[in-house]
């Protein structure tokens, strides 16, 4: 999209007397507040974010204290071609200096500290190993190819492991890829191909991280911290401890258009009369829905209540109308969902974070993320920047991991990681990097290990066919959207912060007629340049051999051929 496009749309007639209800207290909510201030021109004070917890931001978290430790579900990756992203944080100001935005510090950061890994697999006890290739086939990179060309339709609701050979999962590209977004076999293969897409420009550097950035402090602290401060100097109404149950809709003359909204306070019933012009837009599901944490004495016992938050307000969406999805696919086995993270606070350590330097040669915040190929767990950990939370000493630090196998016992621990406690995670995770002899001096200055078990940390990846996700703006749709990971926005990838923006900009500016057109997602896989450079590292050699093809004789001595 041009700059033409990049209007200061008109003010929306009526628009001071026109009501927002924000139902979810996520970034998608944050962001669709943001917009409407900035390009409807809403009143703060007729913006109302209803959330079930006290704390804002969903998904994107982080807190604590360094006497009790520190925690943070995960971070979302963020690439440099987030354009939504990148759009709302180009408004919002930098807590340290309000004549800076936060997308001004963040840029500075990376360009000061760019994510390089220098050691991005590990085996055999914290003995590096060798990562410099995708280490794919030549029939690897076909089926790779053969994904890219087929349509999402004729793929269905295909698994990843339907998809691929067997030793597909064998390879670099496997390792580096399931570690960095948290695909499992059983996933959406559809899933994978938006990924590979839309990241198509990446691939050359994903063995070494390159181009994935990363803020100063944890995405809370960094992120929406300074969204949710502005968005109360605009007077926006932040309502905690709000539950949500129902919404009521008027489905005559073939139109949705939301009436009611019934939550809960202070276990009290209440209720919302929604005009006609107002509106009301639902985050329709959770990553980080009923999480469960445990410390370094007591796992993270993982919830399987019925009750399931937006999920079931979804469930009851879904029974007013096809157009509003099918939560069903998505939240219905836990067992295929669930993901697990711990974070490790250490005091006054000089063991594992100079063991780790050494190690990997990267200083912390700038090597991102170290798998373990030889791990049952399939683990893998992340040493961030120090400090990792505002409030943090500087004699407290931050070690994050996690695993994708949850139900096979340890290599060093007989237990599977969903049974385990903190220390015993953490114990696991020294045996891999090599520290098994110093277990028992870490440990005695430990301050804690805080794991979280998420049950549909992973559920957006789900194998799921077109209508399954709803449309951000249902079909009749006059006053009603769907933001977040479970709406459906074309071309765009899941388990994104990206996708959470573009879905709160597609609604506002379709709801409220605004006029201005959504940034495009960023169309790589059609540029030849990235097309051939996706190719030379899929394939491993660094030049096309076209002289034996009658294409080469065509643009022999021409930009086409030095480009190829």
């Not at 962001?31 to 809403?42: E, G, Q, V, Y």
Request: hydrophobic residues 40%; glycine residues 8%.
């Amino acid at each position: 999209m041009g700059n033409y496009q990049k209007i200061n749309p008109l003010t929306p007639q009526k628009i001071g007397t026109r009501n927002a209800y924000l139902i979810g207290g996520g970034i998608g909510s944050l962001a669709s507040a943001a917009l409407l201030i900035r390009d409807a021109h809403m009143p703060g004070k007729n913006i109302h974010i209803l959330e079930q917890l006290d704390v804002f931001g969903g998904s994107m978290d982080g807190e604590g204290i360094p006497e009790k430790g520190y925690t943070a579900r995960g971070g979302r990756e963020i690439e440099e071609h987030f354009e939504c992203f990148m759009e709302l944080f180009s408004f919002i100001p930098s807590l340290n200096d309000k004549s800076r935005s936060v997308l001004d510090e963040f840029r500075e950061l990376n360009l000061l500290e760019p994510i390089e890994s220098h050691c991005r697999l590990v085996q055999n006890q914290g003995e590096k190993t060798d990562f410099s290739s995708l280490g794919l086939s030549k029939k690897n990179a076909m089926e790779l190819a053969r994904l890219h060309m087929l349509t999402e339709e004729a793929l269905g609701a295909a698994t990843i492991e339907q998809f691929f050979e067997p030793d597909f999962f064998e390879t670099n590209f496997w390792y580096f890829w399931a570690s960095m977004f948290a695909f499992e076999k059983w996933h959406s293969v559809v899933e994978v191909k938006r990924y590979m897409e839309r990241f198509m420009h990446l691939i050359g550097g994903m063995n070494k991280l390159e181009g994935i950035l990363h803020t100063e402090y944890n995405q809370y602290d960094s992120l929406i911290l300074p969204l949710i401060t502005w968005l109360k100097e605009q007077d926006v109404c932040f309502d905690g401890g709000c539950k949500v149950m129902d919404i009521d809709f008027d489905f005559s003359n073939n139109t949705k258009t939301a009436t009611a909204i019934h939550y809960i306070k202070n276990e009290i019933d209440n209720v919302i009369t929604v005009n006609q012009d107002d509106i009301v837009l639902f985050t329709n599901g959770s990553m980080t829905e009923n999480t469960t944490r445990g410390d370094l004495n007591h796992p993270a016992v993982i919830n399987r209540s019925d009750e399931k938050g937006c999920f079931s307000v979804w469930e009851k969406l879904a029974l007013k109308s096809p157009d509003f999805g099918h939560p069903e696919a998505f939240c219905s086995n836990i067992d295929k969902t669930k993901w697990l993270s711990f974070t490790v606070t250490l005091k006054d350590d000089d063991i594992v974070f100079p063991y780790l330097l050494k190690l990997t040669g990267d200083k912390p915040g700038m090597g991102g993320l170290v798998t373990i190929k030889d791990s049952s767990w399939f683990m893998s950990w992340v040493v961030p920047k120090h400090p990792h939370f505002i409030n943090q000493p500087d004699n407290v630090k931050v070690l994050w991991a996690y695993a994708l196998n949850l139900d096979i016992k340890g290599d060093y621990i007989a237990k599977t990681i969903s049974e385990c406690t903190g220390r015993e995670m953490f114990e696991e995770l020294l045996y891999h990097m090599g520290l098994k002899d110093r277990i028992p001096e870490i440990l005695s200055h430990t301050v804690n290990v805080i794991p979280s078990m998420m049950p549909y940390i992973t559920s957006q990846f789900m194998p799921r066919v077109a209508g399954d996700r709803p449309d951000v703006i249902p079909a009749g749709s006059r006053n009603f959207g769907f933001i977040g990971q479970f709406a459906e926005v074309p071309y765009d990838c899941v388990f994104t912060v990206e996708y959470s923006v573009r879905s709160a900009m597609m609604a506002v500016y379709g709801l409220m007629n605004l006029g201005k057109e959504v940034e495009p997602v960023y169309p790589s896989q059609y540029d030849i340049r990235v097309l051939t450079n996706a190719a030379k590292t899929c394939l491993g050699i660094d030049k096309l051999p076209l002289k034996n093809i009658p294409l080469g004789t065509l643009i022999k001595n021409t930009e086409l051929e030095k480009l190829l």
